[in-house]
Structures are given as structure tokens and as C-alpha cells.
């Protein structure tokens, strides 16, 4: 009778927990409203990685229903309350790339610039990111010219390129301190606008618990226990006469004006400056940038 009990209690906590699996495997083949009535719940609950799974059912079993794209971009600003700026950069170029319409895609596109922007608590540990969102504000400029948005857009370029100097700025003073003097150099002239006013622009302040671990931003918090002597010798730490002769010559060459760039007003300076620019980082093609300079010649 005691092996009996026991025999029965154990077949009834299986049967429970079994049928607790069933129940997750069962939910399948659901109505669109559902889904999206889940969805809604989870994010309610601060569960997203729960709702995103949702919406995984929603677009898997009703890819035409009229309520994916409206999940999509609830999910997009969901991640983006919560600081997951990637997530909600993915949800929204899903939702430019299937389902914006004209209007809408302009308000997509401002979103996927934010998400960039505010995913960079700290400019000096992803390089590739700030440069992506220079070029994604660049073009969102460039196809929205009259947008409301173009003077926050423009805005946020702008922090951009100061956090871009920053950074490669600290990559020199690196350099410096590993006796690369070309190297240098080089992170120093990258900074292309000439409509900043470098010498006005300051650094940072690092937060003072950051800067326990990490340093100010100039050096390590750990630099005056290191002797000030080169550990490595480097084929960039020749001092020679010759340097500057080699240095120039390894320069790329810059365009010398043309007669007729010389005679321009400041303002076609200016313009054809930036339009140089954008050709050089890709944006423009050689046969816009020659459209454009025609058109800035023509002022």
C-alpha cells in the first residue's frame, strides 16, 4: 500500500509537470489578436526578451496580418525606453524595409539616428558606431532637407564629429606615448569640417567613478606606477632630419583649387568644401559631386 502512494504521487507530479510543458508547446497556431494581446502584456511587464518571442509567433503566423506593423514599431520604441538601442534599431529598419510608408519612413529614420546617438554613453569605445551614425544623419539631411527634425538631426551630426575629434585624439595621445609620432599625426588631421572651430572645443570630463578605472581620458589611472622609458622600439620613433620629408611624402595629395575655385565667395568655399566631404566618405558619387560643384559655380 506505501510503494502504492508513492507510485501514485509521483505519477501525478510527472502528469503535472508535463502537462505545465504541453501548455507552453500548445500555444501555436493562434489568432493575430493573440499574439498581439501578448506581446502588449509582456512589454507591460518589462519582459521584452518574452515579447519579442510573441512577435516571433505573430510575424511567423500571420506575415499579412495589419497588426505586425504596428508591433514592430511598438517593440521598436519598447526597446528604446529600455536603452536597448540595437534591438530597437533592428525593429525599426524591419519596419522601414516592410512596412513605412513615405510619411512614415522619414519618422522611422529619425528614430534609427536617435537609437545610434543615445547608444554611445561613451564615444571612446566604438569607433565603427559613431562613424555609421555620422553617415546615417549625413543621409537622413540629404533626403529630408525640409524635414522638422533636420536641426535635431543636424544637432546630434554635430556632437557626433566633436566625439569623433575626441577620440581620435586620444588614439594620438596614445600613440605619443608609445613614441609613434607618424601615427600621431595622422589621428590628429583627421578632422575634416572646417566650419568647427577646433581650438574652442574641449574634452570631456570623464565621471569621476569612470575615471577610477579607466583614467581621465589623457592617460591610465595606473600611468605614474609605469617608468617614463620606451619599452618598445618602434621603426616609427626615428627622430632624423629626414622625418618630415618622409612624413610628406607618405601624404595623401590634396586637390590643388582650379582657376576658377580661386575666384569663389566664401560661402561657395564653404559648400564645395562639404561637398568634397561627403564624396570622400562615400556619400556622394563622383558624378553628384561634379553635379553639385556645377551648381556651386553657378551661384
Known amino acids: ?164 575629434a575626441a577620440l581620435n585624439e586620444t588614439i594620438a595621445e596614445l600613440y605619443d606615448r608609445l613614441d609613434k609620432p607618424k601615427s600621431a599625426k595622422h589621428y590628429r588631421s583627421k578632422k575634416p569640417q572646417p566650419w568647427i572651430n577646433w581650438d574652442e572645443v574641449d574634452r570631456a570630463n570623464t565621471a569621476w567613478y569612470r575615471e577610477w578605472f579607466e583614467g581621465d581620458g589623457t592617460s591610465s589611472w595606473y600611468a605614474f606606477m609605469i617608468p617614463d622609458t620606451k619599452s618598445v622600439v618602434s621603426r616609427n620613433s626615428v627622430h632624423d632630419s629626414g622625418i618630415k620629408e618622409e612624413m610628406q611624402r607618405q601624404e595623401p595629395l590634396k586637390e590643388k583649387p582650379t582657376r576658377e575655385e580661386k575666384k569663389l565667395s566664401a560661402f561657395q568655399k564653404s559648400e564645395l568644401q562639404k561637398a568634397k566631404v561627403l564624396r570622400d566618405k562615400g556619400i556622394l558619387s563622383d558624378a553628384e559631386y561634379q553635379a553639385f560643384k556645377e551648381k556651386i559655380l553657378e551661384l
Open 1 to 164: 500500500m506505501k510503494y502504492k502512494k508513492s507510485f501514485l504521487l509521483i505519477l501525478t507530479a510527472f502528469s503535472i509537470f508535463f502537462s505545465g510543458c504541453s501548455k507552453e508547446l500548445e500555444e501555436y497556431n493562434k489568432p493575430a489578436v493573440y499574439w498581439y494581446g501578448k506581446i502588449i502584456e509582456n512589454i507591460s511587464k518589462r519582459d521584452l526578451e518574452k515579447a519579442d518571442e510573441y512577435y516571433s509567433s505573430l510575424q511567423g503566423e500571420h506575415i499579412g496580418s495589419p497588426l505586425l506593423p504596428e508591433a514592430t514599431m511598438i517593440l521598436a520604441i519598447a526597446h528604446m525606453h529600455y536603452e536597448e538601442y540595437l534591438l530597437s534599431e533592428h525593429f525599426l529598419s524591419e519596419y522601414v524595409k516592410r512596412y513605412a510608408t513615405i510619411n512614415e519612413k522619414e519618422d522611422a529614420d529619425f528614430l534609427k539616428i536617435k537609437a545610434k546617438y543615445m547608444a554611445l554613453p561613451n564615444p571612446r569605445r566604438d569607433q565603427a558606431l559613431i562613424e555609421s551614425a555620422i553617415v546615417e544623419a549625413e543621409k537622413f539631411k540629404n533626403n529630408y532637407p525640409n524635414s522638422m527634425y533636420y536641426s535635431v538631426v543636424d544637432t546630434m551630426q554635430t556632437r557626433l564629429y566633436m566625439a569623433e
